[in-house]
């Protein structure tokens, strides 16, 4: 137990998630309104096993039952910082819980823990409101979330005019989705795609890990022209939502308009499986990424980042926007792609 069991009150206690706790924490995830697909247990496991960071999956009980929860991640990097995250490469996290009781005795918890292991910074990735007005936010992030209509074709006329031409395009070249068991013809296109923005890559090993983890629940939609790959596109199922997260495309993809079919197919498909939420994730403000999504008909909303700041005397700001980078960026294009692929997953491992 945490220090912070002295000043709890009576009924309630913190403690840190195992595998015998694994089935009752996604119980809990599943029924609490706050929690998101990144609340899952099973991150612990994606975490640990493709990167190597140590983990802590905290949550608030009462009588034996879960009433909140805070899964934490500490990556220690010498280019990057020292930072404990809820939740490192994922676009949401923080505290989910059913009463604010649970919810404070989290938040002290982490705070504890943070002081303990003497991070840079304590971070929390909320998807609702701030917890903390009076921590260090950052403003950078939105998302991208929209309800989807029972028939398909109601979504369809929902794109706004000029996206869905592009949808359209994508049907007259005759392109179609085929959802894909291993991630043999996935890895090629997110890679090349990723390659040409400049980033490191995730290695195979994260990718195979998610689809291990969480099963029926991740799932890989490859678009093709005959027996070509042209782009694709690995996505979370959670409740009644779908987030396509990982994605990309061929060289070929642009003229095809491959990565909008794919999108309308995700779509399309999430909506035959009784989806009713599209969640387009989270970009970058000022960014193509951004743009992109609006021109889908979604409107953005806030995301709020806040850190705590421990040892650190400024907020961190470790993204492709930064001009620090903008040579690192330019040089990681040129990289042969081999090289970039084999590179990458070391770097990107201390990102978060």
Request: glycine content about 8%; proline content about 5%; hydrophobic content about 45%.
């Amino acid at each position: 137990m945490l220090d912070c069991q002295a000043v709890l009150p009576a009924s309630l206690s913190i403690g840190t998630m195992d595998a015998s706790d694994a089935a009752r924490w996604d119980e809990f995830v599943l029924r609490c309104p706050q929690a998101t697909f990144f609340h899952r247990a099973g991150w612990k496991t994606v975490i640990e096993g493709a990167f190597g960071h140590k983990t802590w999956f905290l949550y608030a009980q009462a009588g034996g039952r879960i009433l909140g929860v805070l899964p934490l991640a500490q990556i220690d990097s010498l280019l990057f910082g020292h930072s404990l995250c809820a939740l490192p490469f994922c676009v949401y996290g923080g505290i989910a819980a059913s009463d604010d009781a649970a919810a404070a005795a989290l938040d002290l918890a982490a705070q504890e823990l943070a002081a303990r292991l003497r991070v840079d910074y304590l971070e929390y990735r909320n998807l609702g409101a701030a917890r903390h007005p009076d921590w260090l936010a950052k403003s950078l992030y939105v998302t991208f979330r929209k309800s989807l209509h029972a028939e398909p074709e109601q979504n369809m006329l929902a794109i706004p005019r000029k996206q869905r031409a592009m949808v359209r395009k994508g049907m007259a070249a005759g392109l179609h989705s085929a959802v894909d068991y291993d991630i043999g013809r996935f890895f090629p296109a997110y890679a090349g795609s990723v390659h040409r923005l400049g980033t490191p890559v995730f290695g195979k090993r994260y990718f195979e890990l998610l689809r291990t983890v969480f099963g029926k629940d991740c799932d890989i939609l490859t678009i093709y022209r005959n027996n070509e790959t042209i782009s694709s596109v690995l996505s979370f199922y959670f409740r009644d939502e779908v987030l396509p997260y990982y994605g990309g495309g061929t060289e070929a993809a642009r003229a095809l308009a491959g990565n909008d079919f794919m999108y309308w197919e995700v779509m399309r498909r999430a909506c035959e499986r009784g989806c009713t939420v599209f969640d387009f994730g989270r970009s970058k403000l000022g960014t193509g990424a951004f743009d992109f999504k609006k021109n889908w008909g979604f409107a953005p909303q806030a995301l709020h980042y806040e850190y705590k700041l421990l040892g650190a005397q400024a907020l961190p700001d470790v993204n492709p926007l930064n001009p620090r980078y903008r040579l690192f960026i330019r040089a990681w294009r040129r990289l042969p792609l081999p090289l970039a692929n084999a590179l990458g997953p070391h770097i990107v491992r201390n990102l978060g």
